[in-house]
């Protein structure tokens, strides 16, 4: 409730969060869909696991953690909602912050043929990703050991063991890597990742980096983000005055983009010019 009211347009987050248009997508999206409603019924440690199976036969294992990112990407849809689909035209679809694969999968789906690059720096979702991407045999798939942020080179990246699946694994420069709650990851500027990927033209980026979202944007040089058409980022407010979600919207617009906000931690940017 407290989204709603923080909310810029309560008549877009109310859609956006419209049950009947979640079930929709599912039918759309998933060819076992009751037996994914008949399992996700299931309680607790009795609930287990559930292979979910697409409509082009792609296959995704869901536990009781990741069926909220399935959630979120398949059934919300809130990375590609509210960009038309028919808008996102030619060029390399980039998962920023893949974790364990559910909006690769979402994106080679949706967008079948389009060269898809996902950066990972967690070895334990990378494993995930990777399986994941080789199972369903997804074409032209590039996965990219790495973080994202301002500059390259090597960062501490910090996560919370404890977790199944962690989500609040982010930069950390307070601690040293200890192999274990801590560990050192190769790093990448947007700058450097567009060029050693050779991107040209970017049809679509998705961002979730755990708070790096605006060292990675602020970062970027005219050229790069130039060479974006459109732009899905989850954020979070950091301590700086920069670091929250109306600020790096006045920054995209700045840089010719229309900017929407859906949620309050949930911008989607297409260029304007």
């Known amino acids: 409730m407290r989204q709603f009211w923080q909310a810029r347009s309560k008549p877009l987050y109310l859609w956006h969060n419209f049950p009947p248009r979640r079930y929709a997508n599912l039918l759309r999206q998933v060819r076992n869909w009751g037996a994914f409603l008949a399992w996700k019924r299931r309680k607790g440690a009795d609930a287990g696991t559930f292979e979910v199976v697409l409509r082009n036969g792609y296959r995704l294992m869901l536990n009781r953690t990741s069926r909220v990112e399935f959630k979120v990407i398949f059934l919300r849809e809130d990375y590609t909602w509210p960009i038309p689909r028919s808008s996102i035209g030619p060029g390399v679809i980039l998962d920023l912050g893949a974790n364990i694969g559910f909006f690769t999968i979402f994106a080679a789906k949706n967008f079948p043929g389009r060269r898809i690059v996902s950066v990972e720096p967690f070895p334990r979702n990378l494993r995930t990703l990777t399986a994941s991407v080789e199972a369903n045999h997804v074409?032209?798939?590039?996965?990219?050991?790495?973080?994202?942020?301002?500059?390259?080179?090597?960062?501490?990246?910090?996560?919370?063991?404890?977790?199944?699946?962690?989500?609040?694994?982010?930069?950390?420069?307070?601690?040293?890597?200890?192999?274990?709650?801590?560990?050192?990851?190769?790093?990448?500027?947007?700058?450097?990742?567009?060029?050693?990927?050779?991107?040209?033209?970017?049809?679509?980026?998705?961002?979730?980096?755990?708070?790096?979202?605006?060292?990675?944007?602020?970062?970027?040089?005219?050229?790069?983000?130039?060479?974006?058409?459109?732009?899905?980022?989850?954020?979070?407010?950091?301590?700086?005055?920069?670091?929250?979600?109306?600020?790096?919207?006045?920054?995209?617009?700045?840089?010719?983009?229309?900017?929407?906000?859906?949620?309050?931690?949930?911008?989607?940017?297409?260029?304007?010019?």
């Open 139 to 273: 074409p032209n798939c590039t996965i990219v050991n790495a973080a994202v942020s301002d500059r390259s080179g090597r960062v501490v990246f910090g996560v919370q063991t404890g977790e199944e699946n962690p989500t609040s694994s982010r930069i950390d420069a307070t601690h040293t890597a200890d192999g274990k709650d801590f560990f050192e990851c190769r790093c990448l500027s947007l700058d450097d990742l567009f060029r050693e990927q050779a991107i040209e033209s970017a049809a679509f980026v998705k961002i979730d980096i755990e708070g790096a979202e605006y060292a990675c944007l602020y970062g970027a040089s005219d050229a790069t983000l130039k060479k974006i058409q459109h732009l899905a980022i989850e954020t979070e407010k950091g301590d700086d005055d920069r670091c929250n979600t109306p600020a790096l919207a006045e920054f995209l617009h700045s840089k010719g983009f229309r900017v929407t906000e859906v949620t309050p931690s949930m911008l989607h940017a297409s260029r304007a010019n």
